[in-house]
């Protein structure tokens, strides 16, 4: 594959070892360029790495090698996997193949990009707060954010550990099971895997949904503005009934679901900003001349990230500084816990949860930012996060099309429940065939 129409891609991969057989053989498949593979570059689509040639495999790419997948590229993203709508590579934003005009979504929008065009069968990408699942709907794809733990981080460069998951984007659900049949398991290099056998999900897909729970994310319907956007949800509802689904409305506290987007913003900052100390222009990575020491790394961190990254790192540190961490960083964990178990509650009585994946299709590039970011707004677009402070399972599937441009519908179900959250998106999958196509 040597195409980069959509600017998707920031270094091709000419495999150097013959293919293996295996599950996943035939594939074509994509690397976020923050998963290292041994000789290849991993930027993380920083000017501070730009230089950076990995030494070893991550895990999951081991695993996939493994597998029998041909790896082709390393995808772009957002630098440092911080931001939206992956405008802030080096290499320049990543183009929507179904509008080229409009974004792909971040940070992972270069792997949403390449599965989208159909020039891989799958792609890794990474979920910090959305940032597989709301490509996959700004791209109609299906992106898939595994249980926290499920699939090792060893080998990912981090955004923010307590938050980061490994996910996929794939066509089908169908792809997205096999690719977790082989991408999970205990892994030693890595302490938050989980030890539990690795299920035959792929075999697990054949649900009834007759009787089956629904639950809506109320809080987040109710301040979604596209009536198009809630026109092709309110369909689904319908089908979903048709087939004999309960639907029950569900509502977090309208202060605590405010919360969501701050307390994200200061946990993932807070955390970014001490993973990637490391980056100081003296192990690896961009490094430019300094009298002193102090001077090669200031420096080098000035030219080597960009404007976003340190506003974001800025942020952290304030969070982290003496008192700070008392007054904001220990609070927002606090409330972080509040908005978990308000969650957890949920699930008392629905097998799963599901809302609008993003309150609009795709923005354009040269969109101007929304004048006002309220509360409201930010509970549209960032209600996902709920996902990564809890660590339960959820997915995207495309759900219709506005205007010709994707929507996709966010499915989620509790923790470790990722067989019976893949079953549900499969059903949904099938009774929106050809809505999207």
Known sequence: MKNNEFNAVVSFVEMENPIKDGKLSGWDVALKDNINMKGTLTTASSHMLSNYKSIYNATVVEKLLDAGVNVVAKASMDELG????????HTGPVLNPHNKACSAGGSSGGSAALVASGLVRMALGTDTGDS?????????????????GLISRYGVIPYAGSLDHVGVFTQTVEDAAISLEVLAGKDPHDMTTLDKDVVSYSNLLNINLEGKRIGIFKNVV??????????VFNNLLSKLESKGAILVEKSLDQDLARTLFPTYSVISNAEAI???ANLDGLRFGLSKEGETLEEVMIHSRSEGFGLQVKERFIYGAY???????????????????LLVDAYTAFYDDVDVMIVPASPSTAPRLDADAKDSKTDLFLIAENHMVINNFSGYPSITVPMGLIDNMPIGVNI???????????????????????EHA
């Open 132 to 148: 597989v699942r709301k490509p996959a709907s700004y791209t109609g794809v299906v992106g898939f954010k595994p249980s926290y």
């Open 319 to 337: 969070a982290l500084e003496n008192d700070n961490q008392f007054t904001i960083y220990d609070q927002a964990r606090k409330v972080r816990q």
């Open 274 to 276: 001490t993973h990637h």
């Open 82 to 89: 911080m931001g939206g709508y992956n405008l802030t590579a």
């Open 412 to 434: 989620s179900a509790f923790k470790q429940e990722d067989a019976k959250l893949l079953g549900f998106a499969k059903q949904f999958e099938t009774i929106l065939e050809g």
């Open 222 to 231: 109710d301040v979604i503005e596209d009536e198009n956007v809630l026109d």
